[in-house]
């Protein structure tokens, strides 16, 4: 009955989401979607926030480094009470507060600016290096796309991390195997996935993305081993929830049309 609540939860994300994009006639669609699972139990079950007090000192940091996908983070910081949902409306319309790569200066709750691929490592690197050196307990959860790690600042900053003994810092990788222009395996084959990682001085642990236990097993644990930073390799599916929209690679940029938006609303509808 737990996990039945992530589920509930997650399934009002997905609302929010494919209301956001057929408003704005927005993109990333998929790509906000196969990261709901993981938001839903970070946000309702793992980070230590207060949405009261956003920047509170003692807070964990979560960063989505892939910045394409705010609309899943806009998403769920309204459904936490960060903001009202009313904001929501403002998704990606002119001079509006919510643009369609996360900003800091935005809503409270954006820790970083993202969507240049590639900077929400190092920026999240620097954030733990801080809280180490001020010996604080929070901790930095970065969630990166995989198409995103063919980016050398992915491996300069996991290098930096390993060789700070950076545990406090929690990389979570959306690995639906899709990226902007084609597989990742035809793009750059990132396997073996959790062996790279390794090599780096991380421990990595793979789950399956859309799996509420698999989730929370995972980053109940970490740190995976004291002195090193830990990665969570995240099977997912682009597009998840929407039958239409999963793993197919046209919805990294399509936009709703009336007809499919009423679709998708209507698989959420019979989900819940």
Not at 139 to 148: H, I, S, T
Request: glycine residues 8%; proline residues 3%.
């Amino acid at each position: 009955m737990v996990y039945k609540e992530y589920e509930k939860t997650a399934s009002e994300i997905r609302r929010k989401i494919i209301g956001m994009a057929y408003n704005s006639k927005g993109s990333h669609i998929g790509s906000a979607l196969s990261i709901v699972d993981i938001l839903a139990v970070l946000y309702f079950k793992i980070l230590k926030i207060n949405p009261e007090k956003p920047d509170w000192d003692e807070r964990d940091r979560f960063i989505l480094s892939k910045g394409h996908s705010a609309s899943a983070l806009y998403a769920t910081l309204a459904q936490k009470g960060f903001f009202s949902e009313d904001v929501l409306d403002e998704y990606c319309v002119d001079g509006s507060r919510l643009e369609g790569h996360t900003n800091l200066n935005c809503v409270p709750g954006v820790e970083a600016t993202t969507g240049s691929l590639g900077h929400g490592l190092p920026i999240g690197a620097g954030i733990a290096l801080v809280g180490k050196c001020d010996k604080k307990d929070y901790r930095v959860y970065v969630l990166m796309g995989d198409g995103e790690c063919d980016e050398g600042s992915v491996w300069e900053a996991a290098m930096f991390a390993s060789q700070h003994k950076l545990d406090n810092l929690v990389v979570i990788i959306d690995y639906n195997k899709l990226q902007a222009f084609g597989n990742t395996k035809d793009v750059i084959n990132l396997e073996p996935f959790s062996e790279r990682w390794k090599s780096f001085g991380w421990r990595a642990v793979e789950i399956n993305g859309h799996d509420f236990l698999d989730i929370i097993k995972a980053l109940e644990n970490v740190p995976f081993e004291k002195g090193k930073p830990s990665v969570v390799i995240a099977h997912t599916i682009k597009g998840k929830g929407i039958s239409f929209m999963e793993n197919m690679l046209e919805w990294h940029y399509k936009s709703l049309n009336e007809e499919l938006y009423k679709k998708a609303i209507g698989e959420l509808k019979n989900e819940a």
